[in-house]
């Protein structure tokens, strides 16, 4: 639900707050010398703001995760000729290929900031800019990140979200069933989110329409009478 998705992605949040350079430990040697000890902390920080990304990238596009893991910088349309404007004249496109699946896909807009923390984060670490070769998620070394797995089922826990309302346990497949649910939800012709997350309309209606009837009261009551 959005509410969940908000507690999700606010937990990410604040954990990005936690540790930052400034709270590095001190460390005093026997001989007097004095330093600051963060690369651990350093090192931490970016994989959160890699996980971060990743989750505001899915939730943002449907994609597949291995959809996401196969995204190279080549693959990030628009990019790197609008990255220098105005936030509002930014715009791009994700193109996919899966197992079977590929095509180009339409981003909710919120996606273009965590593609400038992927890239400034690259940039950080492996001290160039990214190639169009090069993995969009990548480790500090510049290789491609094969899962988030891990990382998510962690925040998933500490969100207290590690399962659905029917006891099932949830896993980054759960941001593209909240990215399509959404787009229903909020009234999106369902043909054009089959054909932008690369599914069917019967996929849609069996695996990924349980939106709350709640939600689209709207839709449900179009011409509803006033008594």
Known sequence: TPEEF???FTTSLSRLSLI???????VHAKDGREWLHQKQNEHVLSNRV???????IAAGSGMRPTEMKNLNWGNVLRFRECRAKAIDEQDIRFQVQGKSK???VVPDLTVIGAVHMLWERFVDEVGREPLDSDPLFADHTGKRIQSFKKG???????????????????????LRHYYISEKIAKGVAV???ARNTRTSIAMIDKHYGQVSTERIKDQLRPDFPEW
């Open 102 to 104: 590929y095509g180009d």
């Open 152 to 174: 998510f089922a962690e925040l998933l826990k500490l969100s207290g979200l590690e399962k659905d309302f029917r006891g099932v346990a949830r896993t980054n497949y759960s």
């Open 50 to 56: 890699k996980l971060h990304s990743y989750i505001e």
């Open 20 to 26: 930052a350079p400034e709270a590095a430990k001190a």
């Open 6 to 8: 908000e507690k999700l």
């Open 191 to 193: 043909h054009d989110v």
